[in-house]
């Protein structure tokens, strides 16, 4: 049986990697601290579902769906969809965490975001699995740790925000943090670039629909990127 005892060495280079990814989201945790003040759920409850479903995406346009009394199968649809995306990051990290306790199969999960499965994926394949499992929770928690401050600093923002604007400028300024997590990746910079065009211009739609265009719009944009990159290469 593998020895997966705490092994700190892993830990603090994990929370030391992951540093350089975590800082620009922090712009997006603030944004959702702003928009929980402006979404009539409470701030409480915005709270803790901001660090309970873990994805600066899907909550924003949760909350701003919410804020436009749109219906609950609309809003869990729109979450699903852009949540999609996990589904392949855990079926990507699969082959490199099989064997881990079982109680990782149920944690482990949880913390896997972007930056978290970037850093994870690009680990060398032969890394011991202890050293592994170690690495991949102290990015982890540091990302978390800063998402949940970043989140509350922007709940205290948000009492001095003008709330006329708040939701209007939530979704591009979330994709401006995109675009910065994205800044070596041309067509996640090109996602976050169409993505937060659109959002202005759909700012004003009914029932927060704006939202759920400008997140079709930025993934077809950087799919056809991806695309075109793929073949000039």
Known sequence: MSDFSFDWR?????????????FPGIPVGMVIGVV????????????????VILAGA??????????EQTSAAVVLLTV?????RHAMYSAALRPRFAGFPRWFRFVGPYFLIDQ???????QPVDMPDRE????????????WVLWVASVTAGLFLGDIIDPD?????????LFAGLMLLSITNRPGIVAAAVGGGVALLT?????????????IAGVSASTLAETRLGAAS
Request: aromatic letters at 12%.
């Open 203 to 215: 700012a004003g739609f009914p029932q927060g629909s704006g939202v759920l265009i400008a997140i």
């Open 165 to 173: 604007w708040q939701l209007t400028f939530a979704v591009p300024l």
């Open 132 to 143: 592994r499992m170690w690495n991949y929770f102290g990015s982890a928690i540091t990302l």
């Open 36 to 51: 929980i003040t402006e979404s009539g759920i409470g701030d409480l409850a915005g709270w803790v579902g901001s660090w």
């Open 80 to 84: 699903a969809f852009i949540n999609s």
């Open 116 to 122: 978290v499965f970037a850093l994870a994926a690009s």
């Open 10 to 22: 892993a830990f603090s280079t994990g929370a030391r990697d992951i540093i350089a990814l975590g």
């Open 58 to 67: 899907a909550n924003l346009a949760m909350l701003e769906l919410m804020a």
